[in-house]
């Protein structure tokens, strides 16, 4: 399975449904992120289908997760960035732009 580069995420702030992701949640995912404890994988709108081969099955897993400063509208942000080992359907469904964008869930 292709392995990405590194991508962002997630970026420290506001979210679009009213939470708020601190820096420190980025840093505190990125350090203690483990795939050999608990891996994280790449599903289709947060849904995880039991059935093998429903189109809500794992897409791929995350191998690291690391963070960035970024600048962004003229203030500095966290941003956390994942490298995901992706299956060949994740690949096709992000070249022909169905999935063009991610989203994370955090366990806490």
């Not at 791929?60 to 960035?68: A, E, F, M, P, W």
Request: charge should be negative; aromatic fraction near 8%; proline fraction near 6%.
């Amino acid at each position: 399975m292709p392995v990405s580069k590194p991508f962002v995420i997630a970026t420290s702030g506001p979210t679009l449904d009213g939470r708020n992701i601190s820096p420190e949640w980025i840093t505190q995912m990125a350090a203690t992120y483990d795939p050999k404890v608990y891996t994280a994988v790449a599903n289709l709108e947060h849904y995880l289908s039991a059935v093998p081969d429903s189109i809500f099955g794992a897409y791929g897993k995350v191998v690291s997760l690391s963070t960035q400063e970024a600048e962004i509208m003229g203030e500095k942000k966290m941003q956390l960035l994942a490298v995901v080992d992706a299956n060949e359907q994740l690949v096709s469904m992000q070249k022909s732009g169905k999935k063009a964008f991610c989203s994370m869930e955090v366990l806490n």
